[in-house]
């Protein structure tokens, strides 16, 4: 049977991690799905770890870097609806039946964003993140304020040639929402958390790499407004304040952890907690 849903990972010499993040992929329920890994560091790599579930499609070939290795497991991708999970994140209980049955409703949309929690690396959950509908000039000019764990999108979209710009290594991810909104794709945001993003301290997106990129993404899409940066940022600010991303929330957790490795532990997370650490603001 052809998986209703692919999920592509990146990897390189991250087998720890890799482990707990193909467990997350595997275990949705309610949907067929398959978890293409891209492992650029050699056999020597994975540490022994050969993967027995048949959904999970191993490829170990060099590559010129993150972007690259995407590009080459979306190649592979057979399902209709795509995402992108990194080695550090993973997805919550019922996220990919929840994003399949949205798709299947709203044949219209093209992509959707949702929430994601953010933990540490031993599973606890630090604070939340409510995903908006990104904006062209915010994107641009300020930063990217989705997460691509969290994001899925229609194969249809590979089909008409948008892949990440792998001439990035850092925020691509920006790169090809751009081009998304250039192109009018449809996007639209589920309130729900689907996924959690584990802060390590060494994230690429928070590093020097990322902030020498963000010239260049303006470059390439304009500077037009530039002066205007900081009316995006409020514009931005009040739009998460209206979706009520700033309101106290207090939800369970379900994560794998290097604790418990081979079984979910639920954690709750309670409060104000908003705020990301600065490495990560957003």
Known sequence: MEPAISIVTPSFRQTDLLRLCSRSVLDQAGVEVEHIVQEGGGPEALGGWQPEDVRLRLAVEPDRGMYDAINRGLRKARGLI?????CDEQYLPGALLRVHRFFEAHPEIEVVFGD????????????????????WNHTRHAHLGTLTCSTFFRRSLLERGFFYPDHYRAIGDAALVLQWIKAGVTMTA??????????????????AVAAGEKAILEQEFGTDLARLRPYFILQHRLRKVLA?????????????????????????LSGWRHRWPAELAR
């Open 244 to 268: 009520g991303a700033y309101w106290p929330r207090r939800l369970t957790v379900a994560v794998y952890s290097k604790r418990s490795p081979e079984c979910r532990e639920t954690r709750m």
């Open 190 to 207: 589920l309130r729900v958390p689907l996924a959690a993003f584990t802060f390590t301290g060494q994230n690429l997106g928070a590093s």
């Open 82 to 86: 795509i995402g992108h999970l990194n």
């Open 116 to 135: 994601a929690v953010l933990i540490d690396l031993d599973g606890r959950p630090l604070s939340y993140r409510r995903i908006l509908p990104p904006k």
